[in-house]
């Protein structure tokens, strides 16, 4: 008898073009992960995608975009299980059998849903209270996700973990009512990287018009590296520690930005030579920013020639998504058929 596999589940939100926060933060991590001996699930978070918007969006054409870039990035389609939240139906069903038992006050104390009430309580031209069910709802149908192919680990950060802790909550009370059918999951840290904007801010994200993007060719990436606001002078350096983590905390925004990218992507020599010259202070600013932009466009060139690849095309994604759900579809639905039976419903009769 040989060990079961471990688990492992992570969401994408279908974003369109992706950035060095979103490889850094996630897709490094799906890369390390694929070479182990766990079972990995991917999904594509289309219905969340749909939480927020007000009009059309080209959610179909962004996840396609999106896949060819991480397949580019090297994450291997038949290694990882990746799917569309879409092409599993009963993940829906899954959502409405766990919302029956989830109290409204759990739903509106997630930190998600009260940041964006409070948002929109300071926004004039906001009317009452314009989110929707599926925001408020978002927690149930990703304890969904999760539940429903009984992963054993969850890859998730700070901002994520709340999530996950609801989702177990969810769970376990299933399981306190109706008996032991739900598989309660495990967070797995991860060394995801926040990595900042190139306008300085906290957090890289499209959304601010802020990124490094990874189909950006020489010349985008040389513009953008050029626009990184930097000081007139380096400010002084209270540590004698070369560890980027704590050095660049201690240096003005937009230059932080430029030495985390080095450290990320060039030699250790050639950050250290760079952080030497900060130490020792002078007009250098203008050489460093050429050095991140080469290193940079270099670390681009075999993703952007992989995305071009016409073996990568669209129907090379529609299909590995098509297995995909093939391959997931037993186990999500076994998972939904358990619920049914233990809730008194009964099995499904029918499926489509």
Do not use: W
Request: aromatic share 8%.
């Amino acid at each position: 008898m040989t060990d079961k596999k471990e688990v492992i589940l992570s969401g994408i939100r279908p974003t369109g073009r992706l950035h060095y926060g979103n490889y850094f933060g996630a897709i490094r991590h799906f890369l390390r992960l694929q070479e182990t001996d766990a079972c990995c699930y991917y999904f594509i978070a289309d219905y969340h995608a749909l939480t927020t918007i007000t009009e059309r969006q080209e959610i179909y054409r962004a996840t396609l975009d999106m896949l060819r870039t991480y397949v580019a990035c090297g994450l291997d389609p038949y290694k990882s299980v990746i799917y569309r939240q879409s092409d599993l139906p009963c993940t829906a069903e899954l959502s409405l059998l766990l919302g029956m038992l989830t109290n409204i006050g759990h739903l509106e104390r997630g930190t998600t849903y009260k940041d964006k009430f409070t948002k929109l309580q300071d926004d004039p031209k906001s009317e009452g209270n314009p989110l929707s069910y599926g925001l408020l709802g978002y927690p149930v149908l990703m304890a969904a996700d999760i539940l429903i192919v009984r992963a054993d680990l969850v890859p998730v950060g700070d901002d994520q973990r709340q999530h996950l802790e609801m989702a177990c909550d969810i769970a376990a009370k299933f399981n306190h009512r109706f008996g032991e059918v739900l598989h309660i999951p495990r967070p797995l840290g991860r060394d995801a990287l926040r990595l900042p904007g190139l306008d300085g801010s906290e957090k890289m994200g499209k959304s601010d018009n802020n990124t490094l993007d990874l189909l950006d060719p020489p010349k985008t990436v040389l513009d953008k590296i050029k626009a990184v606001p930097t000081t007139t002078e380096p400010a002084p350096l209270d540590t004698d520690s070369n560890d980027p983590d704590i050095v660049i905390g201690k240096m003005p925004s937009g230059v932080g930005v430029l030495y985390r990218l080095l450290s990320l992507l060039a030699p250790e020599e050639v950050y250290l030579d760079y952080l030497d010259q900060y130490r020792k202070g002078g007009k250098f600013y203008g050489s460093l920013k050429k050095t991140v932009a080469e290193y940079a466009s270099q670390f681009n060139a075999p993703i952007i020639e992989s995305y071009n690849d016409p073996a990568h095309n669209d129907d090379f994604i529609k299909d590995f998504l098509r297995e995909n759900a093939k391959r997931v579809t037993p186990v999500a639905l076994e998972t939904v058929e358990r619920c049914r039976e233990a809730m008194g419903i009964g099995h499904s009769l029918y499926r489509a």
